[in-house]
């Protein structure tokens, strides 16, 4: 499952794609893909660098 984090309150969720509008801040935001592609964020499953 994809992670993505809102860009503009950093809220993050688990799902296949983003939704329209964010769920915490109720804004139509961008949202980054944070799951983790490297050996070094593997344990957390997000990449805590991103956003």
């Keep these: 499952m994809t992670s993505w984090k809102c860009a ?5 969720l688990e799902k296949e ?6 769920p915490s801040c109720k804004e139509k ?3 980054l893909d944070n799951t983790c ?10 990449d805590n660098r991103i956003g």
Excluded: K, L, V
């Design 29 to 31: 935001c961008e949202f």
């Design 37 to 46: 592609y490297t050996p070094d964020c593997d344990a957390q499953g997000t």
């Design 17 to 22: 794609t983003p939704p329209e509008e964010c």
């Design 8 to 12: 503009n309150c950093g809220y993050t």
